[in-house]
């Protein structure tokens, strides 16, 4: 099991942690796996880590057959990420491969664990353009931030 740091832009992570978004779409780079725990980080302006999610299975493939399996599995995926799905993966490469990741267990934190927090854990912490494996004690100081109201300012 991997722990995982994934950067979302603001809609996409409220949607996310707000339980309306159930699949998440991504440029194939990396390996991900079920069971893989990953963390919520929201882009500019908000830049904060608003929770966390298990990846309950992915697929892999090219664009047609995501978006057979999108139709199929992911009953959340709304107009917004039908518009990104088009304009980013539809008339891509047919060589490139697109992950799927399917949601569960999905948590928002009491208090979103800002960018400067993660740097007072991690100096010189950049959140990646998609997505990083991360240290496990990292991730849990993280997780443990996030479920406490007010810690973040704390650390």
Known sequence: MQTLFMSFKPLYARKIV??????????LFGSIDPGDRVLIYASSPIKAVLGMF???DVFVGRSEEVRRFLEERCTMFDEDNWRFFEEHYSRSSRR????VIDLESVE????????????????GFRPPMS???????LFEKIVAIGRKRGSSRLV
Do not use: G, H, M
């Open 131 to 137: 997505y990083t494996s991360i240290d496990p004690d």
């Open 54 to 56: 298990t990846v309950s």
């Open 96 to 99: 490139l491969l697109v992950i």
């Open 108 to 123: 928002a934190f009491e208090e979103p664990v800002t960018l400067e927090t993660l740097r007072r854990l991690a100096p």
């Open 18 to 27: 707000c339980k309306e978004k159930d699949c998440e779409v991504r440029t």
